[in-house]
């Protein structure tokens, strides 16, 4: 992970500051920045890794993987390549196993520019740079990081816009920027139909009954508060798992954020939905106030890259 939560003050903190900071002036309790599936923030203590390392971005990474919250977004994060435990600053620490969950390759074109935005985002107390550790080249700071996530870090990471829209996203074989292949609410109309895999993400506004059994259809929120056109199905095999969230979901739709991964489906473009893989495709969880209810905000606070319209 690229960010730590300082517990202070609520504010995240780059690894990229960390790393320029003398050991003195690091904070010193940093927590995950991951969130459980029902919106609380992950309390593991994390450490800065591979500040001196001369191959690998300096990152943060948890003491014992279970450290983790139940169900942590950064629960089953690796950075690659692995690390070869050279450091000579910056705690040994463990990344996560592979997990069964559905997984997606991310390739950060910009790590420190990605860590800044994400951090700068929130009021922090980290900016200044209290002279420099260690004098980088500053081609470092232009090489690219890559790393494996599930779905759920990937629609958060894009939300708090550590992945830009020209990073590099690997999902289900494909290759591409990462805008053709995670879409917000708003943009999910541009979503392909009938084609590669995709991430959707967003707060829900509705959730209707499909007409075959057990089977439920949502439409994400949008920032003008109206429905998505496109729909998420909620097939019988994942209902079966979902139900007593869909139940709540249904009362208090703007409490809920839904993360999916599948194809855009559907007998015409007009009755376009997408129908996720499997029970490891679809999450439905609480938004918080902490991070997922970014979800349903474009990011429209930073400049983007891309320059396509961004609304539906
Ligand atoms: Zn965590």
Not at 126 to 148: C, D, F
Not at 167 to 191: C, M, W
Not at 215 to 232: A, D, E, M, Q
Request: net charge positive; proline share 9%; hydrophobic share 35%.
């Amino acid at each position: 992970m690229l960010i730590a939560r300082n517990p202070l003050d609520n504010t995240y903190v780059s690894a990229f500051d960390v790393k320029h900071m003398p050991p003195q002036a690091q904070p010193n309790k940093l927590l995950c920045p991951g969130l459980s599936p029902d919106g609380s923030p992950c309390l593991a203590a994390v450490t800065p890794a591979a500040l001196d390392s001369d191959h690998k971005h300096p990152y943060f990474r948890v003491g014992r993987v279970k450290d983790h919250i139940a169900g942590c977004t950064e629960s089953s994060t690796r950075v690659n390549p692995a690390d070869k435990t050279t450091d000579r600053r910056g705690i040994k620490g463990k990344e996560a196993p592979r997990g069964p969950e559905r997984r997606v390759q991310i390739e950060l074109r910009h790590p420190e520019a990605s860590a800044a935005r994400a951090t700068n985002n929130a009021p922090h107390m980290l900016t200044s740079r209290i002279g420099h550790h260690r004098a980088s080249a500053p081609r470092e700071y232009v090489r690219p990081m890559t790393l494996q996530c599930g779905i759920r870090k990937a629609a958060l990471d894009y939300a708090r816009d550590i992945i830009s829209d020209t990073d590099t996203v690997s999902l289900e074989g494909k290759k591409g920027p990462a805008r053709q292949f995670i879409y917000p609410a708003e943009r999910l109309l541009y979503a392909p139909y009938n084609s590669h895999a995709i991430i959707a993400f967003g707060q829900l506004h509705s959730i209707s009954q499909g007409t075959a059994p057990n089977t439920y259809f949502v439409r994400l929120c949008r920032p003008n508060g109206g429905p998505t056109k496109v729909s998420i199905m909620i097939g019988a095999e994942h209902y079966a798992s979902l139900r007593p969230r869909v139940h709540l979901a249904k009362i208090e739709p703007s409490k809920w954020a839904l993360i999916a991964c599948g194809t855009i489906t559907g007998k015409t473009t007009d009755k376009r939905y997408l129908r996720p893989f499997d029970g490891l495709s679809l999450y439905l969880q609480r938004t918080s106030a902490s991070g997922f209810d970014n979800l349903a905000q474009p990011r429209a606070s930073s400049p983007r890259s891309g320059g396509a319209p961004s609304r539906a």
